[in-house]
């Protein structure tokens, strides 16, 4: 005959993990996902600049960009970095 370990899950134990599950949904809830490389649309948008403004940020050095296949890229990192500047 084979004994079962048997624990006791207390109303205390569920109200306990209740909140901690709420607590962390809470917080993963309030992170944004902010992804990686941004197409120009998206910087213009974030920056509040025209097309122009960006494009002499990029003909300046300013900040800094990749081009794939025709589209520009920029790492939302260089963005950063230079706005606190």
Not at 11 to 32: T, Y
Not at 55 to 64: D, V
């Amino acid at each position: 005959m084979e004994l079962l370990n048997h624990q006791v899950v207390t109303k205390r134990d569920l109200l306990n993990f209740g909140n901690l599950l709420l607590n962390e949904i809470k917080s993963s809830a309030h992170k944004e996902e902010i992804p990686q490389w941004l197409k120009s649309s998206e910087v213009r948008k974030l920056l509040k600049i025209s097309p122009g403004t960006l494009q002499n940020l990029r003909i300046k050095g300013t900040l800094k960009y990749k081009r794939v296949g025709g589209i520009i890229y920029y790492k939302y990192e260089d963005i950063n970095k230079m706005l606190n500047q």
